[in-house]
């Protein structure tokens, strides 16, 4: 079993900036990709952004230019750092990895979720 550990959410003022954090722990042998999801209020859940293998990254068209995915393979730990935060960012945050495990066979995770609010 693998567990996505998310740390960072929080309250701030549009403009402001916050850094998400994932950490990854459990039966893994590899992890092919990691990336956050968010969901508002009303809202279908959406990719934010996911970086795999090789530090290959994607963006949501409405996060490029203000927020960077990053990753230290070391620690299974993936980031997120929001700049330039808008009252539309607003939403909980998802952490999300394909994982490989010990035993070989390959898994889709969740993290628990993080509220980002994001006040004008």
């Known amino acids: 079993q693998v567990q996505l550990v998310e740390s960072g959410g929080g309250l701030v003022q549009a403009g402001g900036s916050l850094r998400l954090s994932c950490a990854a722990s459990g039966s893994i042998f590899n992890i092919n990709r990691m990336g956050w999801y968010r969901q508002a209020p009303g809202k279908q859940r959406e990719l934010v952004a996911d970086?795999?293998?090789?530090?290959?990254?994607n963006y949501a068209d409405s996060v490029k230019g203000r927020f960077t995915i990053s990753r230290d393979y070391a620690k299974n730990t993936v980031y997120l750092q929001m700049n330039s935060l808008k009252p539309e960012d607003t939403a909980v945050y998802y952490c999300?990895?394909?994982?490989?495990?010990?035993?070989?066979?390959?898994?889709?995770?969740w993290g628990q979720g993080t509220q980002v609010t994001v006040s004008s």
């Open positions: 970086i795999r293998s090789g530090d290959n990254t």
């Open positions: 999300n990895a394909d994982v490989i495990s010990v035993g070989r066979s390959l898994v889709n995770y």
